[in-house]
């Protein structure tokens, strides 16, 4: 049934500098928000670097007003003095003082500046917080599309997921009772075991036994909570990181764009095993999970 599906896998790869694909509609925003907050970046670090690098020098070969004095009265003697074979910058160019000390003196106050470096950072951190607000608010919108919940409970170390509120209504051509509940554990497979699994997408450190099957194109709400220790549901792919908190239920949605299956890991240093308990989300048409929902229920 699964064969003749076309899958995206979305993991990381060797050498990768960046984000994974995107495949939901968060994750899309987290990436088009670090590009927007990246072109402001630019622009403070070119802008910074050349007035650090201008800075440094125009001023370095800057008369004091020691030698500013001591200078001035050279000239009056017909003396010669460079001031550049004192400094470093005299080991590579033998130069002149580039400014005399009237110029370069110290000032206290430049109200204009002032203003400028007050007003000009706080609209750029403006400019940055509106769209982050509202990526931020967006990512925990309830709507009234939910078709799916799932409960997430983290464990040392392992995932335990549970399909809550199961109807008539969520499988096409489902005839199991309702209410329903299907919760079942996930746990890593072992390296060893990688060699006789059927399924090829296992990967080191990534392949479960259990993976959480869920429909493409469709709202989904996950339930996340932990039955012992910090644990964090992290899947990069799909935009999703909630902390798993004992005695504490979270919330937070999806919608997967593209039938495929996406690989995370726990995000919270959890214990000695926290490196070992991944997450594989494969993501179905609906009817096709339907079906397989079905099927599974039915055992």
């Given at each position: 049934m699964l064969e003749n599906i076309y899958f995206v896998v979305g993991i990381p790869h060797p050498g990768q500098c960046g984000f994974q694909p995107a495949y939901s509609?968060?994750?899309?925003?987290?990436?088009?928000?670090?590009?927007?907050?990246?072109?402001?970046?630019?622009?403070?670090?070119?802008?910074?670097?050349?007035?650090?690098?201008?800075?440094?020098?125009r001023y370095s070969m800057s008369a004091s007003r020691a030698t500013?004095?001591?200078?001035?009265?050279?000239?009056?003697?017909?003396?010669?003095?460079?001031?550049?074979?004192?400094?470093?910058?005299?080991f590579f160019f033998n130069i002149n003082p580039l400014l005399p000390f009237k110029e370069t003196k110290k000032f206290s106050h430049?109200?204009?500046l002032e203003v400028a470096w007050t007003v000009l950072p706080s609209l750029v951190l403006l400019a940055i917080a509106?769209?982050?607000?509202?990526?931020?608010?967006s990512t925990d919108e309830?709507?009234?599309?939910?078709?799916?919940?799932?409960?997430?409970?983290?464990?040392?170390?392992?995932?335990s997921y549970e399909y809550v509120d199961l109807t008539f209504e969520t499988a096409i051509n489902s005839n199991f009772q309702e209410p329903n509940i299907w919760n079942f554990d996930s746990y890593l497979v072992p390296w060893d075991d990688l060699n006789h699994r059927a399924h090829q997408n296992s990967l080191r450190l990534l392949g479960v036994d259990n993976p959480l099957y869920l429909p493409a194109k469709t709202h989904i709400r996950f339930l996340i909570s932990a039955a012992d220790?910090?644990?964090s549901f992290a899947v990069p792919s799909l935009g999703l990181k909630t902390d798993a908190v004992p005695g504490r239920l979270n919330q937070t949605f999806t919608y997967i764009t593209t039938p495929g299956i996406y690989f995370g890991q726990c995000s919270e240093i959890c214990g000695v095993n926290h490196g070992f308990m991944p997450i594989q989300i494969v993501a179905l048409p609906?009817?096709?999970?339907?079906?397989?929902l079905e099927e599974k229920l039915a055992k």
């Open positions: 509609p968060v994750m899309e925003g987290i990436i088009d928000l670090h590009h927007y907050i990246c072109f402001f970046l630019v622009l403070i670090l070119v802008f910074v670097s050349w007035t650090l690098g201008y800075t440094l020098f500013y004095r001591l200078l001035s009265a050279s000239k009056d003697n017909n003396q010669s003095y460079d001031l550049a074979s004192g400094s470093w910058l005299g430049w109200t204009d509106v769209p982050s607000f509202v990526l931020l608010y309830l709507t009234d599309d939910i078709a799916v919940t799932i409960k997430v409970i983290g464990h040392q170390w392992y995932w220790v910090l644990h609906w009817d096709v999970w339907a079906n397989l």
